[in-house]
């Protein structure tokens, strides 16, 4: 016996301790602003964060190849992307987006693009 948890419990241990902590945050701030009126300017603010955040994690997978800025048309990835923006300009479907995004990266693929 290599240590007193088996590899199984701790992954399911550290999942567990995640997630708590995950929820107590997020608990946090519907009890701190649940009674509350959040000021106008604030909400204004706030709507700018998902977008920012998706940006911020988006991004870098789509440009970046091989530790550089890759704009090129051999970037599957980055072709992907352009199809997956047109097809959420059009239809206005998110299932309709990420479908579209996933096929077309396994196209480009294929292809050797």
Do not use: C, H
Request: glycine letters at 8%; aromatic letters at 12%; zero cysteines.
């Amino acid at each position: 016996m290599v240590g007193l948890i088996s590899n199984d419990v701790s992954i399911w241990l550290t999942m567990l301790v995640v997630g708590v902590f995950t929820y107590a945050t997020r608990l946090s701030f519907i009890l701190i602003f649940g009674q509350r009126e959040i000021p106008a300017r604030l909400r204004q603010a706030l709507r700018f964060v998902p977008p920012a955040v998706l940006t911020a994690i988006i991004f870098p997978e789509l440009l970046i190849r091989d530790g550089e800025i890759d704009l090129s048309l051999g970037n599957e990835w980055l072709l992907a992307g352009i199809t997956a923006v047109i097809v959420a300009w059009f239809s206005k479907n998110v299932v309709a987006t990420i479908f579209a995004g996933m096929v077309a990266l396994i196209l480009f693929e294929i292809a050797g693009f």
